[in-house]
């Protein structure tokens, strides 16, 4: 176990030192090479090192709520929502900064809180906060948003559509070093939330009533949960765009190499996670270079096959 992780902590600081100097430009020889590196490279990296830790920990999160593989942000709404805000101070909304965050990103962080509520409010009212219920609510939300979006876009003019569509892609493009400190802060609120809570995680997958009669507050426990993973979807999303599959795709890499023990899943996922995305990211840059692709589509490319996988290989 301890290699395992000393290989991921070592992946980790591999592609933070390697990938700042992957690009069309050569960051060593070209004159403009160090402002490229401050400037482009670095945070770029950075912002994606911290969205994979986000997405990548709030599939974890709850795929252990629902005791399903399958539970994504995507697929409860939470993506959705945080887009559809975002999509929705784009098109009309002023723009202003508030510590440094722009109204869109907290447009986005406030549809992802606003979408969870609303999910778990159905899911009361329906039949008392039960995961089934949960997870088909997400499901019919997040199409409801995606309608939401397009009709938007029908109604935009051609440069505010593209616009919208390029940033529904996902990407990393940033100039200094002012999103991935914000997105930072929301990320590790998120993520010391979710250490606090690894036990009950773990005693959740044995089933609500189980964890309960351990001393498991699971009403309060999935509460505290929901808010960390949507306010880390939220973030990423608001910051980077919507993309897919992260939080699918390396919370199952990770169970199959160190197992469902919580407190050891948690810190590899963070560190997969993050290394995950940049290498995503990377290939975006690289792979029709000098071009650059949306690191979502690169992600979507790889996940729609493993969805299907996983689907598939389910008893």
Same mark, same amino acid.
């Given at each position: ?28 020889? #070209? ?24 997405? *990548? ?14 539970? %994504?942000? #995507? ?6 929502? *945080?887009?559809?805000?975002? %999509? ?44 089934? %219920? ?5 499901? *019919? ?6 309608? !939401? ?7 935009? #003019?051609?440069?505010? %559509? ?125 792979? !029709? ?11 979507? !490319? ?14």
């Amino acid at each position: 176990m301890k290699l395992k992780f000393s290989i991921l902590a070592l992946l980790c600081v591999a592609v933070l030192l390697l990938f700042p100097m992957i690009g069309s430009t050569d960051v060593l020889h #070209d004159p403009m090479g160090r402002d490229i590196l401050i400037k482009l490279r670095i945070p770029r990296v950075l912002t994606a090192f911290l969205a994979g830790i986000a997405l *990548a920990s709030s599939g974890m999160i709850f795929q252990a709520l629902f005791r399903n593989p399958l539970a %994504t942000p #995507d697929t409860l709404g939470v993506s959705g929502g *945080a887009a559809f805000g975002a %999509t929705l101070w784009m098109q009309f909304g002023a723009p202003f900064l508030l510590l440094g965050v722009s109204g869109a990103s907290i447009a986005g962080i406030l549809g992802a809180l606003g979408t969870v509520a609303l999910v778990y409010g159905l899911a009361r009212v329906k039949s008392g906060f039960s995961s089934a %219920t949960l997870l088909l609510a997400g499901v *019919a939300v997040n199409l409801f948003f995606s309608s !939401l979006i397009l009709l938007m876009q029908y109604f935009s #003019d051609p440069g505010e %559509t593209f616009r919208m569509i390029r940033w529904l892609m996902g990407g990393f493009s940033v100039v200094g070093f002012a999103t991935p400190i914000n997105l930072a802060g929301f990320t590790v609120a998120g993520l010391i939330m979710t250490a606090l809570l690894t036990r009950e995680m773990n005693l959740l997958l044995t089933g609500e009533e189980l964890a309960g009669a351990r001393g498991v507050n699971v009403d309060r426990t999935k509460k505290l949960l929901f808010l960390a993973a949507s306010l880390m979807t939220g973030a990423a999303v608001a910051f980077c765009g919507p993309i897919a599959f992260i939080g699918l795709m390396v919370p199952h890499i990770c169970r199959q190499a160190i197992g469902s023990d919580h407190r050891k899943l948690f810190p590899a996922v963070v560190l997969f996670g993050g290394a995950f995305m940049v290498i995503c990211d990377g290939l975006a840059r690289t792979l !029709l270079a000098p071009v650059e692709m949306p690191s979502g589509l690169i992600t979507s !490319l790889l996940g729609g096959p493993f969805f299907l996988w996983l689907l598939l290989r389910r008893d």
